[in-house]
């Protein structure tokens, strides 16, 4: 899934690509990218999410987030989410991962191979 996050605060927007996550409860988690995308901004709150075996410590930050078009362009506003940013680097994701909270927001449609998103 496209989105495109938005940092009013510096004039500074993020667009990529995103991994699904149906057992992830919360909005985002974060990458490395998007950790250096919210740099200087203030989180709202701590948080402890649970992993495999293991407590993982966050951050939490609130941006503006866009769902985004095949061409990277912002189609349907989110409204603001929780990005979850792990304090320790190890337990950052390779990608930025799409939890529930953002996915039931949304009206989706599953054929297997393909997922359309339908405005709701």
Known sequence: ????????????ALTG???????FDESLYANIQL??????????KTATLQALGH?????????ECYLADDDLRPTL???EVEV???????????????GRAI????????TG???QVLRV
């Open 84 to 98: 979850y940013t792990p304090i320790n680097i190890g337990d950052l994701s390779e990608d930025v991962i799409v």
């Open 17 to 23: 690509e995103a991994i699904v996550d149906t057992g």
């Open 113 to 115: 191979k393909f997922l």
């Open 55 to 63: 407590e993982i410590s966050c951050e939490v930050f609130k941006v």
């Open 103 to 110: 996915l039931n927001r949304l009206k989706l449609q599953l």
């Open 35 to 44: 950790v250096e995308f919210l740099e200087g901004l203030r989180p709202v």
């Open 77 to 79: 506003n989110l409204r």
């Open 1 to 12: 899934m496209n989105l495109t996050l938005v940092r009013r605060d510096v004039k500074k």
